[in-house]
């Protein structure tokens, strides 16, 4: 199709994004297609779609023009749309009639705006600018981009205060483009998308809120527990949780209820001072939304990589993944910024403590807490109590020295459990001949043996490592979250099949191994039940704090 007919066939409509991350239920490249021909039965005019892939299994069913894009993760840990000429050839040639691509900042330094003309040189199809400001949008149309989108509004650390659809924004677009705007992000209803039409949109994307039926759900399920929880006075905290890659946040009830919840970039290699400010953006723009929906929280938990000292908030270590990140004091610097008072701690040691308040773990004393993907995270509860250890460095399970003089680690060792059992592990064991571990565990669920043995791999050296845990604190349960994880119940049941060659007695434990359910957010509501602990310690102690429900 040529440029002229695209842009008739996506004038004034609606754009569908069809897809599904890592983890999700509806990771399969023939239920994209089939989000995608109930989207074009709606009325969508046309698709857009991630990887060539379901760009082919979308293409086997339709002819309505797809636009390809490539997510791809780079050495930073954070993921680019369409990063190089070869990543946007391999869409068109599944069947992409145009190709979007990073044309922020970051996406710049990359090279986007050189590789916008090569694409519509050599390729042939129309070039997609996913832009954050006007300045971005400017660049790429100037270098030669057909279309820019407001994709990346709120995703980069220069506009991650941008939390909501804003109409303003795609009115400042249009006018400071010379090229047609097309809206895409964070719209959630009919009414935002007239609103982008209004404000000059040349067409509107909409993804999560048609697509993802666990996104929508939550939204249902978070307006039934906000009322609920303020018809029966629940009290709320505000759950940030901070990973080397994104920054999760929510309001969360006592009564452990997501209230609203949000997710932002981590300026992760900018230093200590820009780590806080943004911590203490978050936290304000989480108050605010707060007072949108009714809620007063009392008190901030907030969660980070990086071993934290209870008491104080102070980061006690952190590794090189967060530069200048041991020493800083987030509780107190984040509380003098809001007047709340906040409560820290580890991540994995938080989503522990979710699991204990919230999950698995309400009638279990004794458990260790696991969370698999980029690194491996552990916390461990003992005798009821979470295990902090005496210079609060315990649960450092990721760091059990599996192979001497093995792989380098970023902790500076090597031969550390943690690179053997990571998402780049997987991926190394499948033969890196997928892109991402969502890739090999999807492939291993189709019935693909060198992925089903890539897991399997990966489950040994987990066992072996976790071996020496289970002998030395007996738990009742081994509870397994992460990315690795989702969706992944061969690993779970590979690691228990490996565990019982390793442990002894193994039959008498009757260990239970088991994957979380408290899903994506797992972290935010383990700050919270932190924050909820914290406030219920303060109370006994008879220092004033809002009650809640514990």
């Given at each position: ?16 994004s ?10 399969d ?42 997510k ?24 992409a009639?145009?190709?979007?691509l990073?044309?922020t ?27 954050a400001?006007?300045?971005?949008a ?27 659809f ?6 400042e ?8 705007v ?29 697509t993802?039926?666990?996104e929508?759900?939550r ?5 039934i ?18 990973g ?7 309001l ?16 992760a290699k ?16 989480a108050?605010s ?19 934290v ?7 006690a ?7 200048g ?14 007047g ?9 040691n938080a ?13 279990l ?30 649960n ?5 020295p599996?192979?001497?003089g ?38 291993a669920?189709?019935g ?12 040994s ?11 030395l ?60 602990e ?7 102690s008879?220092s004033?704090?809002?009650s809640c429900?514990f």
């Amino acid at each position: 199709m040529t440029l002229h007919d695209l842009s008739q066939a996506i004038r004034g409509k609606l754009i569908v994004s069809c897809q599904a991350g890592e983890g999700d239920a509806f990771r399969d490249s023939g239920l994209i297609a089939r989000f995608a021909i109930a989207a074009i039965a709606g009325g969508a005019a046309a698709i857009r779609a991630d990887g060539p892939a379901d760009i082919r299994a979308i293409r086997a069913l339709t002819r309505v023009p797809v636009i390809g894009i490539e997510k791809v993760q780079q050495e930073d840990g954070a993921r680019l749309i369409t990063p190089s000429f070869e990543s946007a050839k391999a869409l068109v040639e599944a069947g992409a009639d145009m190709v979007a691509l990073d044309c922020t900042l970051r996406g710049q330094r990359s090279g986007a705006l050189e590789r916008i003309p090569e694409i519509r040189r050599k390729l042939h199809v129309p070039v997609l600018a996913d832009v954050a400001d006007v300045d971005q949008a400017v660049a790429a149309a100037g270098a030669g981009a057909d279309f820019v989108l407001s994709t990346l509004r709120g995703y980069t650390e220069e506009t991650n205060h941008a939390q909501d659809f804003d109409s303003e924004f795609i009115a400042e677009l249009s006018r400071g483009a010379n090229v047609p705007v097309i809206a895409e992000g964070r719209i959630f209803s009919p009414e935002q998308a007239r609103s982008a039409i209004a404000s000059g949109a040349f067409a509107v994307v909409v993804g999560s809120a048609i697509t993802r039926p666990t996104e929508i759900t939550r939204r249902f399920v978070a307006a039934i527990q906000n009322e609920w929880s303020r018809r029966n006075a629940m009290s709320t905290a505000i759950g940030i949780d901070m990973g080397g890659t994104q920054t999760k946040w929510g309001l969360v009830s006592s009564g452990g209820g997501l209230l609203s919840e949000n997710t932002t970039p981590t300026p992760a290699k900018a230093g200590s001072r820009a780590l806080l400010e943004h911590l203490k953006g978050v936290a304000q723009g989480a108050i605010s939304k707060a007072a949108e929906i009714g809620r007063e929280p009392s008190i901030i938990g907030v969660a980070t990589a990086g071993w934290v000292e209870a008491p104080t908030g102070r980061v006690a270590y952190a590794i090189d993944n967060l530069p200048g990140w041991t020493g800083a004091r987030l509780a107190e610097e984040i509380a003098d910024a809001t007047g709340l008072p906040v409560a820290a701690e580890n991540d994995a040691n938080a989503l522990a403590i979710a699991e204990k308040h919230f999950g698995a773990a309400k009638s279990l004393h004794d458990f260790v807490c696991l969370t698999l993907g980029t690194g491996l995270g552990g916390g461990c509860y003992i005798g009821g109590n979470l295990n902090r250890g005496a210079h609060y460095f315990a649960n450092a399970i990721g760091h059990i020295p599996l192979v001497p003089g093995g792989l380098p680690c970023s902790c500076g060792l090597r031969g550390c459990l943690e690179v053997y059992v990571n998402s780049a592990a997987l991926v190394r064991y499948a033969g890196d001949s997928a892109a991402s571990a969502a890739d090999v565990i999807a492939a291993a669920n189709a019935g693909e043996q060198k992925a089903t043995n890539a897991i399997r791999i990966l489950a040994s050296h987990l066992a072996h490592g976790l071996a020496f845990v289970v002998a030395l604190l007996d738990p009742e349960a081994l509870i397994l979250g992460g990315g690795l994880v989702e969706n992944n119940e061969a690993l779970v049941t590979a690691l228990r099949g490996e565990l019982a060659e390793l442990v002894s007695p193994w039959k008498e434990r009757d260990l239970i191994v088991m994957p979380s359910k408290l899903g994506y957010y797992g972290g935010v509501l383990g700050a919270a039940a932190l924050a909820f602990e914290r406030e219920t310690n303060s109370k006994s102690s008879n220092s004033r704090v809002t009650s809640c429900d514990f």
